[in-house]
């Protein structure tokens, strides 16, 4: 149990353009999603909380309107990086809270997005 | 603030060596303590976790107990195989900041035959 799913795994764009990433708890109601941004030999940072139904609550420092999130429902959240740039390149990590275990994240697999 | 600090890497042990990862903590209140373990190239797997002090985290042979008076979290595991080979990160969790997790910097094991 308590798995999620990213989408895609991997990713390659040309600068400009946007790209949506996907994550989904399979088998389990995630009322609040996190997305995470993890650099090469470095820990994880939080960008954003995803709360189902409202508006995500963004870190200091992270551009809401250059990372859009959206958690439409109990089982899925995505996250859109607009206008991508070369410096957008990086390894983002989702993860799920459980609704039924609020202490408990659950991290998606990542997804690698370079941008060319 | 809530931080964790974690015993820095890399650390490289031989096979069926004993394995001790450090992981002290600093928080409000009192949080539930976690260590994840990632593969390369993948996203974070709970390893295991413990919520209240004296509680001991186990899974995988792996072990952790949430000491309050060292505000400690120590991860250990008695005989290490090469598929151990992973980072581990230390987190915890308290209901003040709104359950978000905070990571240690993790720590990078390598286990070589």
């Known amino acids: 149990g308590a798995v999620v799913s990213q989408h895609p795994s991997r990713v390659i764009c040309k600068s400009g353009t946007s790209v949506k990433i996907e994550c989904r708890s399979l088998?389990?109601?995630?009322?609040?999603m996190f997305w995470y941004r993890q650099f090469p030999k470095k820990s994880l940072m939080l960008m954003a909380t995803?709360?189902?139904?409202?508006?995500?609550?963004?870190e200091q420092g992270v551009e809401k309107d250059k990372f859009l999130i959206n958690h439409a429902s109990l089982t899925l959240s995505t996250l859109t990086v607009t206008s991508a740039h070369p410096e957008d390149s990086s390894f983002y990590i989702c993860?799920?809270?459980?609704?039924?275990?609020?202490?408990?994240?659950?991290f998606g697999p990542g997804t690698r997005l370079t941008v060319l | 603030g809530n931080s964790v600090t974690q015993m820095e890497g890399p650390v490289t042990l031989s096979e069926e060596a004993f394995l001790t990862i450090n992981c002290t903590y600093t928080?409000?209140?009192?949080?539930?303590l976690f260590w994840y373990v990632q593969y390369p190239g993948e996203g974070l797997q709970l390893l295991l976790k413990?919520?209240?002090?004296?509680d001991k985290g186990s899974n995988k042979g792996f072990e952790a107990t949430y000491r309050k008076e060292t505000t400690s979290f120590h991860l250990e595991k008695g005989s290490v195989q090469v598929s151990d080979s992973a980072v581990y990160f230390c987190?915890?969790?308290?209901?003040?900041?709104?359950?978000?997790?905070?990571f240690g910097e993790g720590t990078q094991l390598t286990v070589n035959p």
């Open positions: 993860s799920a809270r459980d609704r039924g275990a609020t202490d408990t994240q659950y």
């Open positions: 088998d389990f109601q995630a009322t609040t």
């Open positions: 995803s709360n189902e139904g409202s508006k995500a609550t963004y």
């Open positions: 928080a409000t209140g009192y949080p539930s």
């Open positions: 413990a919520t209240k002090a004296d």
């Open positions: 987190a915890l969790s308290a209901r003040i900041s709104g359950s978000r997790l905070t």
